[in-house]
């Protein structure tokens, strides 16, 4: 069978751990024939993220904090230097802080409001600036968002308003970027055991609850959000940008259940 993104070169931001969604994304762009490039924060999963990449067969992989401006020019840099053109971009990137992800919502600090909303939101924008001038050929942009963005989840609280803001990027710069052939899409996925999901408290609450609930009646694949993510980033994905693909199970659909 033809490999979807054979000829394409992919940047993939968010790998911290073989559960990393970005990982399963890393993954299945390689299986369809991707050239990839991965990034990690900083110097604690380096190690971790440059055995994941050898096994992988990643072309490059490379340090990139996106809340420092020098990264993200570092990383432009590092890009243009390993690959001719630039075809997908992956940000599978947030943070928020543990007590900001459990007390009540009314109480966040601004600060830790603020450090979501960087970290978590505004970051997409840095990468697509520095990346568009890359995709000189076209491209595609994906982040990854959750339902928090859109309904009350409890606990999700600082991150659910950070998703917001993440998805109405998501749109603004599909219209930026859209005439010059670069699509930007969320995928918002079914919470899956991930890292940054443990942060969140009664996190296993919510897989129990979705999988009772959910119209497939179980718990998203990392997988499953890895083949949206293909879809979106091969030329079956041309006409979709400014959207939030739900690959959750069907969860979002649900009212009041039995
Ligand atoms: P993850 O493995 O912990 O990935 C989050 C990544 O963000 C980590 O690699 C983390 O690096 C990175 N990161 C945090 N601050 C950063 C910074 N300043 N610069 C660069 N990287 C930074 O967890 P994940 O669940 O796969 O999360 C990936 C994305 O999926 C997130 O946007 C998350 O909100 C979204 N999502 C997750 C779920 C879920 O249930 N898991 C559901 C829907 C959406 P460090 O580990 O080094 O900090």
């Known amino acids: ?21 970005a990982y399963a994304i890393a993954q299945a762009y390689r299986r369809e024939g991707a050239r990839v490039l991965l990034t990690y924060q900083g110097d604690r999963q380096r190690q971790a993220v440059e055995e994941m990449g050898a096994e992988i ?4 992989v490379f340090a990139c904090d996106v809340s420092q401006d020098a990264d993200l020019e570092r990383l432009r840099e590092t890009v243009r230097g390993t690959v001719a053109s630039l075809d997908a971009v992956v940000h599978s990137i ?12 009314v109480e966040t600090s601004r600060e830790g409001y603020l450090l ?16 568009a001038p890359l995709m000189t050929r076209g491209g595609s942009i994906v982040t990854l968002s959750y339902l928090g963005a859109t309904r009350v989840v409890e606990n999700y609280n600082v991150m659910g308003v950070a998703k917001a803001a993440l998805e ?23 919470p899956v055991k991930t890292a940054s999901a443990r942060g969140i408290r009664d996190f296993s609450k919510v897989l129990d609850g979705v999988a009772k609930i959910s119209p497939l009646r179980r718990n998203t694949d990392p997988a499953e959000v890895a083949d949206a993510a293909v879809f979106l980033a091969s ?8 959207n939030v693909l739900f ?4 969860f979002q659909a649900m009212g009041l259940a039995h």
């Not at 069978?1 to 559960?19: F, R, T």
């Not at 109405?168 to 079914?190: E, H, K």
């Not at 690959?247 to 069907?250: A, I, L, M, Q, S």
């Open 1 to 21: 069978m033809a490999q979807l993104l054979a000829g394409k070169s992919a940047l993939i931001l968010g790998v911290a751990n073989k559960w990393s969604l």
């Open 235 to 242: 030329d079956l994905g041309r006409g979709v940008t400014a």
């Open 94 to 105: 947030a943070f928020a802080n543990r007590e900001d992800l459990s007390r009540p919502f």
């Open 168 to 190: 109405a990027a998501t749109r603004y710069l599909a219209a930026d970027l859209g005439p010059a052939g670069i699509r930007v899409n969320a995928i918002s996925a079914g």
């Open 247 to 250: 690959v959750d199970c069907g």
């Open 57 to 60: 067969g990643a072309e490059n």
């Open 116 to 131: 979501a909303q960087e970290v978590s939101a505004y970051s997409l924008v840095a990468v697509a600036r520095a990346t």
